[in-house]
């Protein structure tokens, strides 16, 4: 596999770690922004529709190190949803989330679901509230 091959292999999965806010002057758009130019698939629109569901248009020029943990959290959510890469992977993506946002975040998923050129793992303690519509492949209890 060359290294062309591998970086667009790696870009066919989104896992992002919580975002680093500390000290960090980039601005929620200025991180978006970057993050549409790692995927190659990314939806602006999707992009938008989501920072508008979420709630996030109020702090999207902020400075990240201003975000409130559940905010950068949303900030995560609108990048793995709209780049567009086949397989997603959401660590506990309901954790810090207001309750208007977590049922954003379960209809976004219970819908997604059905789309047959993306795949989603869900990394939680137990199956999140609201996604019971939600076809499951594989529950692992540990």
């Avoid at 960090?24 to 569901?53: D, I």
């Avoid at 559940?70 to 993506?93: E, H, M, Q, Y």
């Avoid at 939680?124 to 540990?142: I, K, S």
Wanted: glycine share 8%; with cysteine.
């Amino acid at each position: 596999m060359t290294g062309e091959q591998a970086y667009e292999a790696n870009r066919a999965v989104y896992w992002h770690d919580a975002i680093s806010r500390e000290g960090n002057e980039t601005t929620g758009r200025g991180w978006l922004e970057f993050q549409a130019q790692r995927y190659g698939s990314w939806n602006e629109k999707l992009a938008a529709g989501m920072v508008e569901a979420l709630d996030l248009e109020i702090h999207i020029s902020k400075p990240l190190y201003m975000y409130s943990l559940g905010s950068a959290r949303k900030l995560n959510l609108v990048a793995a949803f709209a780049s567009g890469v086949r397989v997603t992977c959401l660590d506990a993506p309901f954790v810090a989330l207001d309750g208007p946002s977590r049922s954003v975040v379960a209809e976004f998923l219970n819908e997604a679901s059905e789309h047959p050129g993306r795949s989603w793992m869900v990394f939680d303690y137990e199956p999140p509230p609201g996604l019971g519509a939600m076809r499951f492949a594989q529950v692992l209890r540990f």
